[in-house]
């Protein structure tokens, strides 16, 4: 069932590499450690809480100075790991124009 949501060839870390998890607007942070990842998304352990945080987009910094980093959106949630996809400079145009579309 997992595989199926997954798409393009996964890396697994044993012990996970830390990182943290920033809002877009950068009022909230979470400590995470990335399970695995591939070209189009992550499977991440957040720790904290997740309620009450808009993950709707939000950043995964993987540098402690912030200078790499990955755009995210939720895709799902299973307890304290969730599920994201990486967005590429554009996509949430091209989104908005896809929704635009199928509303006519």
């Not at 877009?24 to 809480?49: F, H, N, P, Q, Y």
């Not at 995964?60 to 994201?84: F, K, M, P």
């Not at 996809?85 to 199928?102: Q, T, V």
Request: charged share 30%; aromatic share 6%; with cysteine.
């Amino acid at each position: 069932m997992v595989a199926e949501r997954q798409k393009g060839e996964r890396v697994t870390f044993e012990r996970g590499i830390a990182a943290q998890m920033m809002g877009i607007d950068g009022t909230w942070r979470r400590d995470c450690k990335m399970e695995d990842v591939s070209e189009t998304g992550a499977k991440l352990t957040v720790e904290g809480s997740v309620e009450g945080l808009h993950l709707k987009e939000f950043f995964l910094l993987l540098s402690s100075t912030g200078l790499a980093y990955r755009r995210c959106e939720l895709s799902w949630v299973n307890g304290d790991q969730i599920g994201v996809n990486f967005l590429k400079p554009g996509d949430k145009k091209k989104r908005a124009a896809n929704r635009a579309a199928e509303e006519v």
